[in-house]
Each structure stands twice: as C-alpha cells, then as structure tokens.
C-alpha cells in the first residue's frame, strides 16, 4: 500500500518512528531544518530532505513545503509524530489529498475532540465521567460567579483551545475572578487565537491518569491500560509510569471501557490517549490526545505491544489483532526525561554541546534518544534529549533499576534534569506512589536533594583551563594505569585533554556571568515578552506578591517579589522583551 514513509519530525521522535519502519520494511525519509543538518534523526534515514529555515515555523510546521518534499521523495505516508503537526486536522486533510496516507486519526476525529468543550460534550454523550463544569464557553463574569457558589471554591477557569496548562486558572475566592479570566483570555488568545473560556470545579490533588487506545478502520478498538504521569511540572511532564500505583484491576477496566466507549463515538482510528483526573477513587475524563505522546514507550514495556508500529499497521489497513482480554499488565515500566534545563534554576533550559556522551544499558533498560556525543544542542525546538525507560517485574525492581540507569547515564557538556530524577528515585513519596499532580511543589527538598546529585560547578573563571587534578588512563607497553594529572597536557595531547575536561564535569554555565552579580531586585528567570507589568516606584510590596507576567513560548508566567519591600525603580516596561536574567525592578534601601 505504502513502501516509503516521510516522518514530519525531529529528535528522539523520528528516530522512534523510523525504527518501526524499519522493521516493517519501509523506506524511511528524514525532514529537517538549516538547525538539524547534524542531527541524529537526518543520519539515520534513508533519505532526508531539507525543509528550511530554523524557526519552526518555516520548517517542521510548514504544510506545503512537507508535502512538496514528501512528493519529491515518493512518501506514501507521512508520520507526524508529537507536537508540530501532529494534531493538525488541516494537516491530515492536506497529506490525503496530495494522495498519501496520514498515519493518525481521520481529521474530523481530531476535530471532534480538538475543543475542550467539544470534546467534554462528546464525552457527556458517551456516558463518561467529567468534573462539573460547563459544556459551553462564558462571557460574563457574573455567570462565572454563580458557578463558584454552585460548585464550591476553588474554580478552574479554563481555554476552550486550552493545552498544557495555557489558559489555565486556578480561583479560590469569587474576587479573583475578574483577573483571572483576564488573565487567561489574554494567554489563551496568544496561544491559541481562540480566548474562549470555560469553567470547571477545580479539584486539589488529583492524578494525570492517562488511558491508551488503539483504534483500526474496522470499527474494531482496544485500551490498552494506563500511564500515570502525576510527576510533573507546569504541565511538563517529567516522569510516567505503567501502570498507575492508584489503579485497580476494576478502576482499571471501567476506564478502559469509557475510553474505548468514547473513542469509538468519535470514529476514532490509530493510537490515542485518553487524560482523566483521579481523585478519591474516582476519575474524570479531561481531554484526549490524538496522537502518539511521547510517553508511549511505558505502555509499551508493560504490554509488549508496539505501538508505533501499530499506527502504521492500522494505517495499512490491518485488522486490531489484539484481545481485550489479553491487555493485561504483567511488569512495572518508568520513564525519565531528560531534558536540557537546570533542575536548580527552575528548570530553565540549558544551552549546550554534549561532549561526552554514555548511555546506560543492560537488563530493563531502554533509551529513546535524539543525541549523541559532540552534538550541538539546536535552540529552536524543545528541550527534551532523550528518555531513559526501565522496567522490572514490579515498580520496585523498575525503580531500583532506574536509579541504577540514572548513575550510569554520562552526559557531559549540557546540564540536564538527571539529578533531578535521581533525587525524585530516592525520595519515600516518590517511592511509595503515593503522589498527586503536586509532588514537586509540594516537596521543595527534592530540590535540595538534586543539588547533592548535581556534578559540582567549576569555579568562577576556570570555565577553559582546568586547575583541578583530572583522572587520566594511560597506557604503557600494553598496561593500562590510572594517573592523577595536575596541571595540562602539552598541545600535541589535545584529544585526551578535550575528553578529560568534558568528562565528570559540571557544564560551563552555572555560578557563571549574569548569576555573579548580586542585584537586590526582582529578576526575570527566564526571556519573554512582558505582558503585564503590577509594580510601581516606590510601591510597598509583601514577598510573593505577582509584580509582573512575563509570556515565554505562550506561558505566562508570574514573576513575584523574593522578598517584602520598597520597590525603587521598575525597569520592564508592558510589551517589551526581556532577557533571562534581567533585573524587572529594584528594592529602596
Ligand atoms: C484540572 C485540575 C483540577 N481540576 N481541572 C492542567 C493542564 C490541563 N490539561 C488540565 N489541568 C488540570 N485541570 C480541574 N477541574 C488540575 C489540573 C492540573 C494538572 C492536570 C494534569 C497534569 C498535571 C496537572 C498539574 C496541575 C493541575
């Protein structure tokens, strides 16, 4: 039907779809941008074709100029992936009738279930179970108001077009209504052109619980168990796990049921998933991701099913072979993932070169990776590396085995949230299971317990020359010794040098330039575009207290004060763009 397939994506991602290919015996063609020509996934390929510049944008979203390379390269399918694309019903419509087969689900499923509104009314109609909350979008701020009296505070003012988090607001009391659904109208409508909002009883601690399906073109569909990614934060998921430690067989099957009960309402075909909150014994079904997330992998490990290559098959046309009755989890699977951000500044995203570069292996082991070593870090896209899964016969075994995995897992060059799932590995919560949406927050000594994991910074101004004794391996007449060397090589020992420096070392960047400078001001944390500014000179503030939001890649984030005062100068001014590091406003002394 199809022999070659166009993967329209990049990093650990295209490499994972390749794979599938691969083993089904297809051709696989590469896309990338100016940014990606060293990039892993451009090597792996059979063919691959440059798309454009940079920018996401002109490169990976750009519709037309994916089809035109898909046509030159004689794709029969495209796969999209996660993110980009992925979810684009225009997309799917724009491949089917350039005569290809989209590997996904038809685009009026995605459609039905694009909406946060669509989609809680689709559900309603399937019987599945939904936080109170409105069907529709609001306008006035006095319905608002009648729905936190009749709901009970907190309420959750949300976007209709809402996704991670974007558009979100939490509400405890009825005066807080008026800025926050300004707030999320403004954010809502930078990310997503649609400042639709809805309202919904908002639940305190709950679990992302997360239900996948496979659906094929023969009205035929399966669930295939649970993820649990309550592990996260501000809505970046950082761990996942199958199965879920809340679970029970029952829960387990009821959930699977309304899924695959929802899913078949829409039409669905392909892999999807299914999100729903846990709380008390109870779950409440959130939105559906049509499309394979990343991760999938868990699900996977506990099910033996691959599930890349199940989109492809179900997208030649093949019948589900897979019993409902047989989809049971039998080991315990946990993923990491490792991103490019600095777990002690707030996960910001780190830049960088990887230098050396060392996976972990051995039994349980599995790494997703879109790197490798002596590779340039590209700014444009996200921060993800890569994803370290183990598994194990129960979640101990999975977790022992992780942390054994994180240990022996060396990236050098980059600062990554290793040490960040190494603290998380050893913490009692984390190890009981018994966590909710708000571990992190909740545990701010995970933090504190990252920074004994982290490698240590180099001193201030030893960035390029090492002062420190380095561990070296020589041999000698066919005998390998271990040396201490104090000082440098010469010139002519260049490679053993380079390697030395990047190994064991903590990257470059942190205690470095703008983090000398002691200012007592209130600093922006991250680059963005001020999008509100709540400070005055000389105003009294208490610590805590929201002085500026800041929008970066269509969040916004409030900036508060770190400590009570008198502001002296404020500096951001509404609508400009500010640098990670920038001092927003200064304290009176
Ligand atoms: C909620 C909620 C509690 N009650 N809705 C956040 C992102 C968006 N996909 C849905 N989110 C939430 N919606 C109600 N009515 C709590 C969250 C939530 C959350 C959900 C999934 C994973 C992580 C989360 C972290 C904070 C809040």
């Not at 490169?59 to 030159?72: D, K, N, T, W």
């Not at 009970?152 to 209504?177: M, Q, S, W």
């Amino acid at each position: 039907m199809f022999d070659t397939v166009l993967i329209a994506n990049r990093g650990e991602i295209a490499l994972r779809v390749m794979r599938a290919c691969r083993e089904l015996g297809l051709r696989c063609v590469a896309v990338y941008s100016e940014a990606d020509r060293e990039a892993p996934h451009v090597a792996y390929a059979d063919a691959a074709y440059l798309l454009g510049p940079a920018p996401s944008a002109e490169s990976y979203l750009s519709i037309p100029r994916i089809i035109e390379v898909a046509q030159q390269a004689g794709a029969g399918a495209i796969h999209p992936g996660y993110g980009f694309l992925a979810e684009n019903a225009d997309f799917a419509r724009a491949v089917a009738a350039a005569g290809m087969v989209f590997i996904g689900p038809p685009p009026e499923a995605m459609e039905r279930m694009g909406g946060k509104t669509a989609a809680r009314r689709e559900a309603t109609d399937a019987g599945v179970p939904l936080v109170p909350g409105t069907l529709e979008p609001l306008e006035s701020l006095d319905e608002i108001r009648r729905l936190g009296d009749a709901y009970g505070y907190p309420i959750a003012i949300k976007a209709v077009g809402g996704g991670g988090g974007r558009g979100l607001r939490v509400v405890r009391t009825p005066d807080e209504i008026a800025d926050a659904f300004a707030s999320a109208r403004r954010e809502a409508e930078v990310a997503f052109k649609n400042g639709a909002l809805y309202v919904e009883k908002y639940l305190t601690n709950p679990r992302h619980i997360e239900i996948q399906i496979l659906a094929d073109t023969h009205g035929n569909a399966v669930a295939i168990g649970e993820r649990d990614c309550s592990v996260q934060r501000r809505h970046q998921k950082l761990i996942e796990e199958c199965p879920s430690p809340a679970l029970t067989p029952q829960i387990r099957a009821e959930m699977g049921t309304a899924a695959v009960r929802l899913a078949t309402s829409v039409n669905y075909v392909g892999a999807g998933t299914l999100e729903f909150l846990f709380e008390d014994g109870h779950y409440y079904f959130l939105e559906m991701n049509t499309r394979i997330q990343v991760e999938h992998t868990v699900t996977e490990m506990v099910f033996g099913v691959d599930l890349v290559k199940a989109q492809i098959r179900i997208a030649q046309g093949e019948k589900l072979w897979l019993r409902q009755e047989d989809l049971v989890p039998r080991a315990h699977a946990v993923e990491c993932r490792i991103n490019a951000e600095d777990p002690l500044a707030n996960f910001r995203p780190a830049l960088g070169t990887v230098g050396e570069y060392r996976e972990p292996s051995g039994l349980g082991v599995r790494v997703d990776s879109g790197i490798r070593a002596n590779y340039a870090i590209p700014q444009f896209y996200d921060s993800l590396l890569s994803k370290l899964i183990t598994w194990g016969a129960d979640r101990n075994e999975a977790i022992a085995r992780m942390r054994r995995a994180l240990a022996d897992y060396q990236i050098g060059g980059v600062i990554t949230t290793i040490p960040f799932h190494q603290a998380a590995m050893a913490h009692p919560i984390f190890i009981s299971g018994d966590v909710s949406v708000n571990f992190i927050g909740q545990h701010p000594e995970l933090i504190e317990t990252t920074r004994s994991f982290a490698p240590p910074a180099p001193e201030p101004g030893t960035s390029e020359t090492p002062t420190e004794p380095r561990n070296l391996t020589v041999e000698v007449n066919g005998k390998r010794f271990g040396v201490r060397l104090f000082g440098d090589l010469p010139a002519g020992a260049a490679p053993a040098a380079a390697a030395a420096k990047s190994s064991r070392r903590g990257p470059e960047r942190r205690g470095s330039s703008q983090m000398a400078v002691k200012v007592d001001g209130v600093v922006s944390p991250i680059q963005g575009r001020v999008a509100a500014v709540r400070a005055t000179p000389g105003q009294e503030v208490t610590a805590g207290q929201v002085l500026f939001i800041i929008e970066a890649m269509k969040m916004e984030n409030e900036i508060t004060a770190p400590h009570a005062g008198k502001l002296g100068e404020v500096l951001a001014q509404e609508g400009t763009t500010v640098e990670s590091g920038a001092v927003l406003a200064t304290f009176q002394h």
